[in-house]
């Protein structure tokens, strides 16, 4: 019998099993693909690496900086901040119709952007600033107030409020139209009072060490082991049962699947109406180019941009296939690496629609990839230099991909809006952690899962 059982091998799965085995719990996390990470994974087509999920990873600080998430996380794993090879940003930019505001890692320049485009807006700015939320200040009950009700107290251009929120919304919010002024916080704090970086070669440098880590402490991670339900007696999991029909035994089982989707192995579903009000519906489109030169060569030199074409940013599920309306354009090129990525490689990344490309017939949805490629890089280049002429290789995930790699319902990137921030469950010895449990992005995943190793897992060491 294992002390731990951990369903899904992503980051807040390894995370939560590298801080259990510094307890000498015998762990072993389960995972139902041939490779770690879910949707912050990697895969090799034609002789290329891609990441699937990495952008960027958010709440990146300097070495040597004893406070925020990362600096947390590294000590709470024991890893050192040069074991990540975590490299900065060259700089990001909010691209709307009538303004564009450049921002990089701290608030520096997008205090001086703000004050520049916004100038009316100055002290407002700063007021809305000294009232966001400190993290170790967020607490649940402010998860139920209203991101858009707090920001339209203190701001009173909305041109600039919109373009606060389309990056804010795009890298880590379930929630339609709104945001929680808790999760508003975090990842306002996360993307610009901190900031961007990346490992030069991917995201598949922290997955390696974390599995590393992780096997040295003698946790045992299993591959093509899909739990396919979880069996109950009275109010705890009494085993877990594999696709295979193999019975694994735990006297804790902790899931990064998603509530919906674990309730769903334990048996425990609710009626239509009631699931379709706690699923998540945001699902997106992400179009991969290969460059035959680095983007700089062609004029653009932002990490990230994030474009709306209207004064006023839509945050719902898209009546059409893809939402061209506004997106995420992002450069793996542009961090300040000492040495250049051997090709140029840009991402585009829009809303779409789960139903309309779970609809498709197989040859359907092929065509349906070609044809959205084209449209999704057309609206692309109306914000960075057309880049068109110079693609070399091309791919493209859909939110299908997305169900199939992460699990979760809709293929919701950021899991379903209703949040369990102390990670319980109905059962006694079945905990949550990742995206349900309410932390995004690749630090925040790892977080997660060390909180909860940490408050409930841990509570009688």
């Not at 920001?151 to 709104?178: K, Q, T, W």
């Not at 508003?184 to 901190?194: G, T």
């Not at 354009?329 to 829009?350: A, H, K, M, W």
């Not at 990137?413 to 995004?440: E, M």
Request: with cysteine.
């Amino acid at each position: 019998m294992y002390d731990t059982a951990i369903i899904g091998a992503g980051m807040s799965g390894l995370a939560a099993g590298i801080r259990l085995a510094y307890y000498d719990r015998r762990v072993c996390i389960l995972e139902r693909h041939t490779t770690i990470g879910g949707l912050n994974s990697f895969y090799r087509l034609a002789g290329r690496n891609y990441d699937v999920g990495l952008h960027a990873v958010t709440n990146f600080t300097p070495k040597g900086t004893k406070k925020g998430p990362l600096a947390r996380l590294l000590r709470q794993l024991r890893i050192g901040w040069d074991e990540f090879s975590l490299t900065p940003q060259v700089g990001s930019r909010i691209a709307f119709p009538d303004a564009t505001l450049n921002f990089g890692n701290g608030l520096d320049l997008l205090l001086a952007e703000v004050d520049a485009k916004f100038p009316t807006e100055r002290d407002n700015f700063r007021r809305m600033l000294a009232d966001i939320a400190d993290y170790d200040a967020v607490q649940p009950g402010m998860m139920e107030r209203s991101a858009r009700e707090f920001v339209a107290s203190h701001l009173r251009d909305p041109l600039l409020a919109e373009m606060i929120f389309c990056p804010l919304m795009y890298y880590g919010n379930a929630r339609e139209h709104d945001m929680d002024f808790g999760q508003f916080c975090i990842m306002f704090r996360s993307i610009f009072c901190e900031g961007f970086a990346r490992p030069w070669a991917g995201v598949r440098i922290i997955l390696k060490k974390l599995v590393r880590r992780f096997r040295e402490l003698g946790g045992e991670l299993r591959l093509r082991a899909g739990v396919q339900r979880m069996d109950v007696a009275r109010d705890s999991v009494t085993r877990l049962v594999l696709d295979d029909g193999e019975e694994i035994e735990a006297k804790q089982v902790l899931s990064s699947a998603g509530w919906r989707e674990t309730m769903h192995l334990c048996g425990q579903t609710r009626n239509s109406q009631e699931a379709a009000r706690e699923s998540g519906q945001l699902s997106f489109v992400e179009c991969i180019s290969v460059l035959d030169r680095q983007p700089r060569e062609l004029g653009h030199d932002r990490t990230i941009v994030f474009f709306n074409d209207s004064p006023t940013f839509h945050w719902r599920k898209p009546e059409s296939i893809v939402d061209l309306r506004s997106g995420v354009i992002c450069s793996p090129n542009n961090f300040q690496y000492e040495t250049p990525l051997d090709e140029g490689i840009l991402r585009v990344t829009n809303l779409a629609n789960y139903d309309s490309w779970r609809s498709l017939q197989e040859s359907e949805y092929r065509l349906a990839k070609l044809s959205w490629y084209d449209r999704v890089v057309e609206s692309a280049v109306r914000f960075v230099p057309d880049y068109r002429s110079h693609v070399v290789a091309t791919d493209m995930f859909t939110p299908t991909t997305v169900e199939r790699f992460t699990g979760h319902e809709n293929g919701a990137v950021y899991g379903a809006p209703r949040k369990r921030f102390d990670g319980t469950t109905p059962l006694k010895n079945l905990f949550i952690c990742g995206t349900d449990q309410g932390f995004v992005g690749i630090i925040g995943a790892m977080v997660s899962g060390i909180t909860i190793a940490n408050q409930h897992l841990l509570q009688n060491h």
